[in-house]
């Protein structure tokens, strides 16, 4: 569909190059709000405003100005903005706000009623501790509103804590997630994945840095997880595009938290997701076939060194989310990211690693 402006959208997320694309393949010319401002970001937008924070003050200007020219235009937001409930409120306001809404969100982010919602519903997950636990096991900290693996750590006695922490066992296996869509009470599973964690260092150990769609779960699993989902929609109503993450162990799956917004395994898919997120926020859940049957990954590339990005710097087909020419990036902060299909695993693997080793010598 080719692009109009006479389907306004807004986009808000950390980085928006992600639902920008998506959008604009859809058939909408969005603006869009974030905190990068990357090249690719740029191509698919109309206009494009980076910004400090996706606080309130930092957005109710654009917002405004997007607003007078497009009222009540649908507004879809990704990673960040859930955790700013004042951001949320001016949009529900000012447009009509695609995804999940703050008491939906609220609802996720309160871990102890999340989990006593996991215990009624009896779905596994590890255990858990809302004061600092004592005993041999291993546990991690994990902050209450965290994302892609942000201020995870794992515990040592002694070590200082913050406010809106809790302790969850760790435990050893493999990191998945399902994507899904839902209407508030139903839902169709997009697909199952498998993800990658990057220990940059002992304060960023499960730092997230990718995922395929490729997942060692068996049939019978898959069925539990569909259950599961479906429990926890019928209880608190999500809707659109949202992320189940869990471990799988042996024979056990272990259900880790949801995100409630569209999440990097979108990439995934060549059907238009993005369109589906907005008729499942709208009511109407899509019932096109998603499944693909070409391996795809979606790979981080974090900095091992500080570089700016040099003038006219040619990078790699596969490469997303490419900033600026003159952007500082610290040790440790995402260069970029690769997206790579295949036939098979062994191959989109080999794509990832000659890509990455590519841009680490274009900085030597």
Same mark, same amino acid.
């Given at each position: 569909?080719?692009?109009?402006?006479?389907?306004?959208?807004?986009?808000?997320?950390?980085?928006?190059?992600?639902?920008?694309?998506?959008?604009?393949?859809? %058939?909408?010319?969005?603006?869009?709000?974030?905190?990068?401002?990357? /090249?690719? &970001?740029?191509?698919?937008?109309?206009?494009?405003?980076?910004?400090? #924070?996706?606080?309130?003050?930092?957005?109710?200007?654009?917002?405004?100005?997007?607003?007078?020219?497009?009222?009540?235009?649908?507004?879809?937001?990704?990673? %960040?903005?859930?955790?700013?409930?004042? #951001?949320?409120?001016?949009?529900? !306001?000012?447009?009509?706000?695609? %995804?999940?809404?703050?008491?939906?969100?609220?609802?996720? /982010?309160?871990?102890?009623?999340?989990?006593?919602?996991?215990?009624?519903?009896?779905?596994?997950?590890?255990?858990?501790?809302?004061?600092?636990?004592?005993?041999?096991? /291993?546990?991690?900290?994990?902050?209450?509103?965290?994302?892609? %693996?942000?201020?995870?750590?794992?515990? !040592?006695?002694?070590?200082?804590?913050?406010?809106?922490?809790?302790?969850?066992?760790?435990?050893?296996?493999?990191?998945?997630?399902?994507?899904?869509?839902?209407?508030?009470?139903?839902?169709?599973?997009?697909?199952?994945?498998?993800?990658?964690?990057?220990?940059?260092?002992?304060?960023?150990?499960?730092?997230? #840095?990718?995922?395929?769609?490729?997942?060692?779960?068996?049939?019978?699993?898959?069925?539990?997880?569909?259950?599961?989902? &479906?429990?926890?929609?019928?209880?608190?109503?999500?809707?659109?595009?949202?992320?189940?993450?869990?471990?799988?162990? +042996?024979? !056990?799956?272990?259900?880790?938290?949801?995100?409630?917004?569209?999440? *990097?395994?979108?990439?995934?898919?060549?059907?238009?997701?993005?369109?589906?997120?907005?008729? #499942?926020?709208?009511?109407?859940?899509?019932?096109?076939?998603?499944?693909?049957?070409?391996?795809?990954?979606?790979?981080? $590339?974090?900095?091992?060194?500080? $570089?700016?990005?040099?003038?006219?710097?040619?990078?790699?087909?596969?490469?997303?989310?490419?900033?600026? *020419?003159?952007?500082?990036?610290?040790?440790? /902060?995402?260069?970029? +990211?690769?997206?790579?299909?295949? $036939?098979?695993?062994?191959?989109?693997?080999?794509?990832?690693?000659?890509?990455?080793? &590519? $841009?680490?010598? +274009?900085?030597?």
């Amino acid at each position: 569909m080719n692009p109009s402006i006479n389907n306004p959208i807004l986009i808000i997320a950390n980085s928006g190059r992600m639902l920008a694309e998506a959008a604009f393949q859809s %058939g909408f010319m969005p603006w869009v709000i974030d905190l990068f401002a990357d /090249q690719d &970001t740029l191509k698919y937008s109309e206009r494009l405003f980076r910004i400090e #924070a996706l606080d309130e003050p930092f957005l109710k200007a654009i917002i405004a100005g997007f607003s007078s020219l497009h009222p009540m235009s649908p507004a879809v937001y990704g990673s %960040g903005l859930e955790h700013y409930p004042k #951001a949320l409120e001016l949009i529900s !306001r000012e447009c009509e706000l695609v %995804g999940n809404d703050i008491k939906t969100i609220r609802l996720i /982010q309160q871990k102890k009623c999340f989990f006593e919602l996991l215990d009624h519903l009896e779905i596994d997950y590890p255990h858990v501790s809302f004061t600092e636990p004592k005993g041999t096991e /291993q546990w991690l900290v994990k902050p209450e509103t965290g994302e892609g %693996g942000l201020g995870i750590r794992l515990f !040592r006695a002694g070590m200082p804590t913050q406010r809106n922490l809790y302790w969850q066992e760790f435990i050893e296996g493999t990191a998945c997630s399902a994507l899904f869509l839902a209407d508030g009470r139903n839902i169709r599973i997009i697909g199952f994945h498998t993800q990658w964690c990057e220990n940059l260092n002992a304060d960023q150990p499960f730092l997230f #840095a990718g995922v395929i769609n490729r997942c060692p779960l068996s049939a019978e699993q898959a069925d539990i997880i569909h259950s599961w989902i &479906t429990a926890i929609v019928r209880a608190i109503p999500l809707k659109g595009l949202n992320t189940l993450d869990f471990i799988i162990q +042996s024979e !056990r799956i272990y259900v880790l938290e949801i995100n409630p917004r569209p999440s *990097a395994s979108m990439q995934l898919y060549d059907a238009d997701l993005f369109r589906a997120h907005l008729n #499942a926020c709208r009511g109407n859940l899509d019932n096109t076939n998603f499944t693909s049957r070409t391996v795809c990954a979606y790979r981080i $590339i974090y900095a091992d060194r500080s $570089i700016t990005i040099p003038d006219a710097f040619c990078w790699p087909k596969a490469c997303r989310d490419l900033p600026i *020419a003159g952007s500082i990036i610290r040790k440790g /902060q995402p260069i970029c +990211s690769i997206i790579a299909r295949d $036939i098979n695993v062994r191959n989109v693997q080999r794509q990832l690693n000659e890509i990455r080793q &590519t $841009i680490f010598q +274009s900085f030597n």
